[in-house]
């Protein structure tokens, strides 16, 4: 089993403040996914990352895959109240997909 | 476009009761099928996986299996409930040509009482 670890496990803010959640695994992956997860729903996809250091934008999302291709980090700028939900980072290897811990992130209007 | 189905939403079963969940694909072929559980607001354990018909792996051991009796077909199966089966089960897809996303459905909450 492939661990892989984010933090913060919870995480509450203001309506237009910054925050970062970290994914940190040992283990190398050759792509890692995010997704977001509302209550009692599956968890929606929102960025692909494959090549080691890569970055990618997603309007207020920026997500950034490790030179080592073991961690990442999602960065969300002047956060909304839409944002609030269940962020996961997700790890390929071959034919499976391993999950980190979550991060349950609540935004205060 | 690919549309995964999960069925049903919510379950309540006695301890002890079958368990049956079926998850189905359409718009792909051939695609990787999934079960996951779920923790109240926490990650996903992986359960099983299958790259084809017949084809399963088991990530733990549990009182729960796994059928893939069609192509885009998944069955998730119980012969004894245990109260720790509760929890909410995700079914999902991803493509066999090393496509790096996964696809889910809506999940299962099974409630055993």
């Known amino acids: 089993t492939q661990l892989l670890e984010q933090s913060p496990q919870f995480l509450s803010i203001q309506e237009g403040e910054n925050l970062t959640v970290y994914c940190n695994s040992s283990?190398?992956?050759?792509?890692l996914q995010w997704y977001r997860q509302e209550p009692g729903e599956g968890p929606v996809l929102l960025v692909t990352v494959v090549t080691g250091g890569e970055v990618k934008k997603l309007k207020r999302l920026t997500f950034q895959f490790g030179d080592a291709r073991k961690d990442s980090s999602l960065h969300i700028t002047a956060a909304q109240p839409g944002d609030t939900g269940l962020y996961l980072c997700?790890?390929?290897?071959?034919?499976?997909?391993?999950f980190g811990t979550g991060t349950s992130l609540t935004v205060i209007p | 476009s690919q549309t995964i189905h999960q069925w049903p939403a919510t379950l309540v079963q006695p301890v002890g009761s079958p368990l049956s969940l079926e998850c189905t694909v359409e718009g792909t072929s051939n695609p990787n099928l999934y079960w996951y559980r779920q923790a109240a607001g926490r990650g996903l354990q992986l359960l099983f996986y299958?790259?084809?018909?017949?084809?399963i792996s088991s990530e733990v051991p549990q009182n729960l299996s796994a059928s893939r009796p069609q192509d885009r077909q998944f069955i998730l199966s119980s012969k004894k409930l245990l109260l720790s089966d509760s929890g909410f089960y995700l079914c999902a897809w991803s493509g066999d040509r090393g496509q790096h996303e996964a696809f889910f459905g809506q999940g299962t909450r099974l409630t055993v009482v």
């Open positions: 299958s790259v084809g018909i017949g084809q």
């Open positions: 283990s190398v992956f050759s792509s």
């Open positions: 997700a790890g390929a290897t071959g034919n499976q997909f391993y």
